[in-house]
């Protein structure tokens, strides 16, 4: 059975969306932080600008 966001259900999407929050925190705790693209960077490192 499929379920659709108006059934009270997260979707994959949600899902992965407050999973990627909750290990951006425990990152960002230990002085890292992770970007857009999904790379790991200490906090304070030098970005590429397309990541600024």
Do not use: C, N, V
């Not at 009270?8 to 290990?23: F, H, S, V, Y």
């Not at 999904?38 to 600024?52: F, M, S, V």
């Amino acid at each position: 059975m499929e379920r659709y966001p108006g059934s009270g259900e997260e979707t994959p999407q949600q899902k992965w969306a407050k999973e990627l929050d909750r290990i951006r925190r425990d990152f960002e705790y230990d002085g890292y932080y992770i970007t857009d693209s999904l790379r790991i960077r200490k906090a304070g490192e030098r970005r590429p600008d397309h990541e600024a």
